[in-house]
């Protein structure tokens, strides 16, 4: 599996950002999806998740009511849409994708990051 994000960049504080994240391989048996940052100086934390079956989406309570996830199965496409954006949600933003793999059980896949700095 291959992710690559986009859409990062430079924005002022309660402006919006939407991230993509594009993913393309052997997708058919991805379990879960979602995105994390990581701030300098910071461990990686999750910002929000779902599994593809579309049984259950979560939100970090820093981001709950402001972003949103969604996908686009006909664009093999993961968005995070971000708005009312703070300062402290400036950090590198990573998708992941979780894979079970019969021979070697579950991998987890990353894109490269993008940078998203919120500053006036």
């Known amino acids: 599996v291959h992710l690559v994000e986009s859409g990062g960049g430079l924005v002022q504080p309660g402006n919006s950002l939407r991230l993509s994240c594009t993913y393309s391989?052997?997708?058919?048996?991805?379990?879960?999806m979602g995105w994390y940052r990581q701030a300098p100086g910071k461990q990686r934390e999750l910002v929000a998740n779902?599994?593809?079956?579309?049984?259950?989406?979560s939100y970090a309570d820093s981001v709950k009511g402001r972003f949103t996830i969604t996908r686009d199965n006909y664009k093999n496409t993961m968005y995070l849409q971000m708005s009312n954006l703070k300062p402290e949600d400036t950090a590198v933003y990573y998708c992941?994708?979780?894979?079970?793999?019969?021979?070697?059980?579950?991998?987890?896949?990353w894109g490269q990051g993008t940078q998203v700095t919120v500053s006036s």
């Open positions: 779902f599994t593809t079956n579309g049984g259950y989406t």
């Open positions: 992941h994708a979780d894979q079970f793999v019969v021979t070697t059980g579950w991998e987890r896949y």
């Open positions: 391989g052997d997708t058919f048996s991805i379990h879960d």
